[in-house]
């Protein structure tokens, strides 16, 4: 469960922090909250079903907090930059200077598909001796620009 609710933060969370948010922690706060409630509402019934998002909403904001608190602008800017670059089935990695958070993003699929051309990634994230994976997917726009596309 707690796998779980980290790969859906760190998806989301990088979601975010790509397509632009007002601070770092307040998108990991939101994004983690919100996840962390729906995962908690599909345990128990009525009253019980309730505690469960509160505790999910409470557990997620705090994950997603500090996830968010580690991730600067030159890491969204690596962690694009190798999504959308790197060779299929090669390693992107980089590591915080600041924070000492490691970064490995692996371009995994590339294929054409309603949304465009779109790259499926995997991205490992070590935060404070915690690892956590994440998978995502980034479609090319008609402009030229990319769309991250889950989250």
Not at 67 to 83: F, L, P, W
Request: net charge positive; aromatic share 6%.
């Amino acid at each position: 469960m707690k796998k779980m609710i980290s790969i859906i933060v760190i998806a989301s969370l990088v979601t975010a922090l790509i397509t632009g948010c007002e601070t770092k922690e307040q998108a990991g706060t939101a994004i983690g909250a919100g996840t962390g409630a729906l995962i908690g509402s599909r345990f128990g019934h009525g009253d019980g079903r309730l505690i469960g998002v509160a505790a999910g909403a409470l557990l997620g904001g705090f994950i997603g907090n500090r996830i968010g608190a580690n991730m600067d602008a030159t890491d969204r800017a690596n962690m694009q930059s190798a999504i959308i670059n790197t060779p299929m089935n090669n390693q992107a990695q980089w590591t915080n200077g600041n924070t000492g958070a490691n970064y490995v993003v692996t371009p995994i699929r590339e294929a054409q598909t309603n949304n465009g051309y779109c790259r499926e990634y995997q991205t490992t994230v070590t935060v404070n001796g915690q690892t956590q994976r994440a998978y995502g997917q980034a479609c090319r726009q008609p402009d030229g620009s990319w769309k991250m596309m889950n989250g």
